[in-house]
């Protein structure tokens, strides 16, 4: 997969890793990872173990609100799309496809970072910002 946006001016790819056998996890596994000095975090059905980044989240303590939980959503809500390209570096693993404990999922949308509506949509929203030099998340230290 393939994702394309532009950043500060600058047209660029992001490319996914080739699909390595990842470890598989259960919800339930991935639940007991809840606190910011052990928070994983699901996106987009991958587990992620960002425990080192808490302390370095531009975000604050935003990091760790669904910790242990499915935070797609609120990781796309949030997130310009370059922070894509630093996710690898803290996967796990990925969900197990079997698990049917959906208790932690979101409710279902398409894959918003493959919509090229949404992709065009954040890439304006992030220009206007940074034309602007305003900050998303106003006095949290997030820079765009």
């Known amino acids: 997969m393939t994702i394309d946006y532009t950043h500060d001016g600058v047209a660029s790819t992001i490319k996914a890793s ?18 910011p000095k052990d928070c ?3 996106i987009d059905g991958k587990v992620y173990d960002v425990t080192k980044w808490v302390p370095k989240h531009p975000g604050g303590s935003l990091i760790h609100v669904r910790a242990g939980q499915d935070s797609t959503y609120l990781f ?3 997130h310009p799309l370059y ?3 630093l996710l690898d570096q803290h996967c796990v693993g990925e969900i197990d496809a079997s698990d049917e404990d959906l208790s ?6 398409l894959d918003t970072v493959k919509e090229p509506f949404y992709l065009a ?7 206007y910002f940074h034309r ?13």
């Open 121 to 127: 949509l954040k890439e304006r929203v992030e220009a």
């Open 83 to 85: 922070v894509w390209k």
């Open 132 to 144: 602007n030099k305003e900050h998303i998340l106003h006095g949290l230290g997030s820079h765009i």
């Open 104 to 109: 932690m999922t979101n409710v279902e949308y």
């Open 76 to 78: 796309n809500s949030y």
């Open 40 to 42: 994983w975090l699901v």
């Open 18 to 35: 080739p699909r390595e056998a990842l470890k598989k996890y259960s919800r339930k596994e991935v639940a007991l990872h809840e606190t």
